[in-house]
């Protein structure tokens, strides 16, 4: 059963574009979100993150949008760049836990000059 | 380099023998954490670790693995008499004491690549 479920498995955008990338959940347990951004050959990097308890976080160029009804979430970036090209996940946790992360498979980006 | 540190990078292994997969966390964390991420997929729980206990086991294959996080030196992830379908990318991650946030950053390392042939 997959806990994450994530969408598109790939993405290309034009330069200056805005990148988004949907994520949906189902179990209303998880309180904690964050997005990673993997580079071929690296483990993933922390890009931000969100709790339920807040519609939207914005941390430059990146904006995490939360829907508690809907269970759903999603991640823009905005004015897209060429080194933004990366595999991105979003993933869940329970905090207070073993707080394991549930991940989606994963968005190929990539942005073209 | 403070971050998080796994070796080997690679690791090639025949069947039947054992792999050895060790990590080094951040300075200042004691919770480790494995992932094992196949190709085209996302990343799975294994399995978390404390000093000296393991807190979540409920990702791990019932055989042939295990995981150690000892007092001192690395944690080890082992893989005894080791199959094709073991053949993937193992991360690490870690993470400070409950910040009393409710919330523990994971930071991950680069990964050991298994390749059995």
């Known amino acids: 059963q997959q806990q994450v479920k994530q969408s598109p498995q790939s993405l290309i955008v034009q330069k200056g574009g805005i990148s988004i990338i949907n994520c949906a959940y189902e179990?209303?347990?998880?309180?904690?979100f964050p997005w990673y951004q993997q580079f071929p050959g690296k483990g993933p990097a922390l890009l931000i993150a969100?709790?339920?308890?807040?519609s939207e976080k914005k941390e430059g160029r990146f904006t995490i949008s939360f829907n508690k009804s809907a269970k759903q979430f999603s991640l823009h970036i905005m004015d897209s760049q060429p080194g933004d090209s990366a595999t991105y996940f979003c993933?869940?946790?329970?905090?207070?836990?073993?707080?394991?992360?549930?991940f989606g498979k994963g968005t190929k980006l990539t942005v073209n000059p | 380099n403070a971050g998080v540190m796994q070796n080997p990078r690679h690791l090639v292994r025949r069947r039947g023998q054992e792999a050895r997969l060790r990590c080094s966390p951040m300075?200042?964390?004691?919770?480790v954490y494995w992932y094992r991420q196949l190709p085209e997929e996302g990343l799975k729980f294994m399995v978390y670790?404390?000093?000296?206990?393991?807190?979540?086991e409920s990702g791990m294959p019932k055989e042939r693995f295990s995981a150690e996080f000892p007092k001192e030196g690395p944690s080890i992830l082992r893989i005894q008499q080791v199959v094709r379908g073991d053949s993937a990318a193992y991360f690490c991650?870690?993470?400070?004491?409950?910040?009393?946030?409710?919330?523990?950053?994971?930071?991950f390392g680069d990964g050991t690549r298994l390749s059995i042939l």
């Open positions: 300075k200042g964390h004691s919770h």
């Open positions: 670790l404390q000093k000296e206990n393991i807190i979540d």
């Open positions: 991650a870690s993470s400070s004491t409950n910040s009393g946030t409710g919330s523990k950053p994971q930071h």
């Open positions: 179990n209303t347990a998880f309180d904690y």
């Open positions: 969100i709790r339920p308890d807040v």
């Open positions: 993933a869940a946790t329970i905090q207070g836990g073993s707080e394991k992360l549930v």
